[in-house]
């Protein structure tokens, strides 16, 4: 038995070394099939909120049709309380999602959402009355860790063959919970320039929505883009903003005319504006750009 373990661990390094990343979830449950019976399984994470407030009320819970196996620091297999649940999972959300693939029996493996690290969790269903085993549930908990560790290496696999492409910013995972799955060192480095007491691979809640909505976040510092990644993900990009980007469009065309010698006469009368208002213009430029003097204006406007 500890041989063939030995043998799935290989594979499943293998696995993480060589398969495209959004096909790894695929593989990983092929892999597991060979030794645990199941007819769905999903990797994620991030905690699992239902958006559609009318499936909240779906289902209730019911030991009988529903049993479930939970691993959170705990003697595999236990029964899955409400607060456990919780953790993971909105209760309307996975009874609801049970129900319409017709499960009737899961076995939940976890971690518990920190501070630094978003919950990962992988949950393994069945549509039949025969409940997962306690072996099954040791099998899986001695599974999660390498399992884990092969996913995150995928991961980082994927995103530096994404930096090897450009060699300015930094990229992240996002996973399809609003959760930063994974990141790189210069995304931290970016995101604690705009946020100076951001946690490595967090971004703040408000920033996810725009960007969700958005598909982009322009911050004071830093550009932020999301599109669709691998394996139901998004992949988010972050650079830095160059000097020029900071300004306003009013502001740009001022620096423009007064870095090619103009007086701010000639600039308010260019423009339609007061000389004050110009003045005005000129004293956001320097501030943003952070010089003193106007010889300094040229070439931070390149």
Known sequence: MLQYFSSLMLEMYETAEQVACSDFSARVADLLARVLSFDVAELGCGVVRERRQSLRQVVEGDSVVLSSSFHLDLPPPALCSSAQLRQLFDPGRLLGHAQRQGLRQLLLIGSVETPLRPPDWLLLGRRGR????????????????????????????????????TTMGGFALVSAYDAVDVCDDAFNGLARLEWPHCLAGQLPGGVLVTLRSQGRYDGRLTRWSLEPGPGGAFLCKVTQRQPFDLLTPAEAVTARHYAQGRTHGEIAALLGVSSNTVRTHLAHVFSKLDIHRKSELPARLR
């Open 130 to 165: 025969r409940p997962f085993t306690a072996g099954a549930a040791l099998y899986a908990t001695a599974l999660w860790p390498h399992l884990l560790r092969c996913k995150q290496l995928c991961q980082r696999r994927y995103l530096a063959e994404q930096a090897s492409v």
